[in-house]
């Protein structure tokens, strides 16, 4: 059973082994945080060829070696040839980096699960491996259900926090001004677009 967690990848080292079809689709995960990503592989996507372009990404023009793991906190195998594949695991094992290979759960200490974000908002689907179509299909609902309105949602509340902890309210005067913000219709009028109104509703919580 995997421990559903988020983890800071800010500024360190994630290899992916690999630059087809589904490592691109690794790649654009792992894109969304501020990692430094290294691409090994002698083939790449034209996406991910563009990310490189961009600088987003650094890409190694070859096949991987024994090393190419050294200071990476986590790894991604995602190669056509499984020799490749589990000489990545066997290396991440050995240094103590995180490992994801596709399509063999048995060789993974972490899944990529299906990914919703709204800014700040992230919500993630795992079948710890069972079914990635699954994931995927949840993903979507919950795409339909949680619109781009959160984001700003969000930092509101976070703008909301920032007040209530900068006057040093107590516990009970700050959990009631979040209730307020949360059993308004803040969120709605973000919807509707009217975000003056969303502003003024959500200065009202805080007296």
Known sequence: MYLPITLDVGNKRCVVVGGGRIATRKIEFLITTDA??????????????????DGKVTHKDRIYRTGDLEG??????ATSDPDVNKAVHAEATDLGV???????????SFMVPATVRRGD???S?????????????????????????YEPYLKMMDELRSTVRAEGRDNHSAHKAYKLFLDSNILELIREGDMAQAEERMRSCMS
Do not use: F, H, W
């Not at 990476?72 to 195998?77: C, K």
């Not at 795992?126 to 309105?149: F, H, L, Q, W, Y």
């Open 125 to 149: 689907v795992s079948t710890n491996g069972k079914s990635p179509a699954v994931a995927r299909r949840v993903r979507e609902k919950i795409e339909d259900t949680i619109g781009p309105e």
């Open 121 to 123: 908002l992230t919500i």
């Open 36 to 53: 430094e990503i290294v691409v090994i592989s002698p083939y790449v996507t034209d996406a991910v060829a563009a990310m490189v372009q």
């Open 72 to 77: 990476a906190v986590m790894a991604i195998a």
């Open 98 to 108: 995180l490992i994801n290979v596709v399509d063999s759960q048995e060789l993974c």
